[in-house]
């Protein structure tokens, strides 16, 4: 629990309604939306203000009191999870969307505005935000650019990293930090803006951010390709981005996950499918129809045994929204589901799938596998159940290997995920004890202290995982790492 004395002065700028410092209170922040994990803070704190946020910080530093910033909490890495305690700072209080320029085409936000909110404001003046987490609906900006959060449209648009262009964060010293702004050139100094994207929680506070905005596009068509075998689903992947055309949304479902999304959505998917492809594009309507033609005769040359092409906007919504269900639809077959995020090169992406499927049945566990077939970003779901500790350990047997099979593709760790406590065990295998110690270099100058987000990121010795029992008490278990060296420090994909 915090002092009395840090709780008063914690009241005293943000006011009596806005700390919370029992148990009882702090519950709720003591997870994410990452199984698993959880351990109680000792307090949470509700800033309003960029200013009030920073007052905050400085109590902490003069304390030295661990700080973990949170949006809604639906990062998928434990990266808000307050694994050494100390106090979350929860941004939602900050949720307005205080510009929409539409000279310079950005719009500058808090950041506890809610992801979807800000798309329906900007394209209410025909403009587009394209960045689309799973979790839009209920994410904050502040979560998804702390993340670099992906979504469906990232194969054409890209992800969080590539629309942000400016931002305020509260540095772990307390100082307010501006960086970028609305030029579209700027190359004055290191880019601390991209530096901060994607940074987890672990350098500051992000306050506030700009992103640059982009035409919306004129019409979109959603089309749905079911093959009988992975293999030629994954070679229509590879044909429609040789052929030059670049989806708006290009997605991937295996035959478990079909079966599970229909049982639950029940809008008419074929089960004795191996694959299904969801594939949507946007722009200019003479493209947009070129396009899906060419995407339905290569689909059909490629194996397709029926390709089906939304008549209407909402025939088409209704069909997207069956990926957008995935995990809603898998997290009811078992008590704990864990979604992963592997990615590899387009090229590997069949080779990838059989890898998890032959992983999944050396270990005996369940796992179905969606994702994002056009960048190669693949979610392979474990459907288990946390109570039973030997299935819990055939379970990260199995992801460790799905890491592994992809690092040797040629892939990556996590694509949109972050490290968080989840998975700072594997972040040398993506990037070398060279790229570790860079990373470790920036955290010690931006804080030397340690005190944001620390037991994140970089692994230690050993790994504390922290589940909950019935009762609400914190078991804690000790894993050993794959990691050298005696990492201190980081935080998440959105504390969204």
């Not at 037991?455 to 995982?465: H, W």
């Amino acid at each position: 629990m915090l002092k009395p004395q840090i709780a008063k002065e914690l009241r005293a700028i943000v006011g009596d309604n806005w700390v919370m410092d029992t148990p009882e209170d702090s519950l709720a922040y003591s997870y994410d939306a990452t199984p698993l994990y959880q351990s109680l803070p000792d307090g949470v704190v509700v800033p309003g203000t960029a200013e009030e946020a920073a007052a905050i910080v400085k109590i902490c530093a003069r304390e030295n009191i661990k700080i973990v910033s949170r949006g809604s909490g639906t990062n998928l890495s434990a990266g808000t999870v307050p694994v050494e305690g100390g106090l979350v700072v929860v941004t939602t209080r900050m949720n307005r969307i205080l510009e929409i320029d539409q000279d310079n085409l950005t719009a500058t936000f808090q950041p506890g505005v809610i992801t979807s909110h800000l798309h329906r404001e900007v394209e209410k003046l025909g403009l587009f935000y394209p960045p689309d987490p799973g979790s839009m609906n209920v994410s904050t900006l502040g979560g998804n650019v702390a993340e670099c959060a992906g979504g469906l449209r990232g194969l054409k648009y890209g992800v969080t990293k590539d629309y942000i262009i400016g931002m305020q964060i509260v540095l772990p010293n307390g100082e307010i930090l501006r960086t970028g702004g609305k030029n579209a050139k700027d190359v004055a100094g290191y880019d601390l803006t991209k530096l901060m994207v994607g940074s987890e929680g672990t350098l500051g506070i992000i306050t506030e951010a700009v992103a640059k905005l982009i035409p919306l596009p004129e019409t979109k068509r959603t089309m749905l390709a079911m093959f009988r075998d992975l293999t030629g689903s994954a070679r229509a992947v590879s044909r429609i981005i040789a052929e030059r055309i670049i989806p708006a949304t290009l997605e991937f479902l295996d035959n478990p996950t079909i079966r599970v999304v229909e049982d639950f959505a029940k809008i008419g998917l074929p089960v004795d499918m191996g694959a299904i492809l969801m594939i949507e594009q946007d722009g200019p309507e003479s493209m947009v129809e070129r396009d899906i033609q060419r995407i339905a005769e290569i689909c059909r040359k490629e194996g397709a045994v029926e390709v089906k092409v939304a008549e209407s906007l909402e025939e088409g919504a209704k069909l997207m929204a069956a990926r957008r269900f995935a995990l809603s639809a898998l997290a009811r077959v078992r008590p704990t589901t864990i979604l992963e995020d592997a990615t590899v090169p387009r090229k590997h992406l069949a080779e990838m799938v059989e890898q998890v499927n032959r992983i999944a049945d050396k270990y005996e566990v369940q796992i179905c596998t969606f994702g994002h077939a056009g960048d190669g970003n693949l979610h392979p779901t474990c459907m288990t159940d946390e109570r039973d500790q030997e299935e819990l350990h055939r379970v990260e047997k199995a992801f460790e290997e799905i890491f592994h099979a992809a690092i040797k593709l040629g892939g990556t760790i996590t694509g949109e995920h972050g490290v968080g406590a989840a998975k700072m065990d594997y972040l040398s295998l993506r990037v070398g004890e060279t790229g570790i110690e860079v990373m470790k270099s920036l955290k010690r100058a931006i804080d030397p202290q340690n005190i944001m987000n620390p037991g994140k990121m970089f692994a230690k010795e050993t790994r504390r995982r922290v589940v909950v029992n019935g009762g609400g008490h914190a078991h804690h278990h000790a894993h050993e790492t794959h990691e050298h060296g005696n990492g201190s420090d980081h935080h998440e994909h959105t504390a969204g």
